[in-house]
């Protein structure tokens, strides 16, 4: 992967690597796209076929906790009302929400 990265780094021009974006008020500085099309090519998918892996991997722990807990019926957990101090939580949440003291990124 470095040897990729390092062989495009010898083909791609200093000023053809990054680019700038805007995210939100920030000015941030990322790959250009065709240096990352150009580096992905290069891994021949790599990235996706790591994806996939995590995501089987993370399934594969999540399965063997529930079978190493004897397999319990998984629909009693939904029916669990929340504790008091669970629910003085969310109260708490929702009034700051409705002032306006929690915000969360916007997407573009």
């Known amino acids: 992967m470095l040897i990729f990265e390092r062989e495009l780094n010898k083909l791609t021009p200093s000023d053809q690597k990054y680019c ?26 790599m990235q996706e076929r790591r994806m996939r892996a995590a995501i089987i991997a993370t399934a594969s722990l999540w ?20 504790t008091p101090e669970e629910l003085e939580e969310q109260k708490q ?7 306006g003291k929690i915000k969360g990124k916007s997407c573009q």
Not at 23 to 37: L, T
Not at 66 to 78: E, F, H, I, S
């Open 93 to 99: 949440l929702e009034a700051k929400y409705q002032e």
């Open 63 to 82: 399965y063997t906790c529930w079978v190493n807990a004897g397999q319990p019926d998984l629909n009693t957990v939904k029916d669990v009302p929340p």
């Open 20 to 45: 700038y974006e805007n995210r939100g008020a920030q000015n941030m500085q990322v790959y250009c796209e065709d240096y990352a099309h150009e580096y992905s090519d290069m891994l021949n998918g």
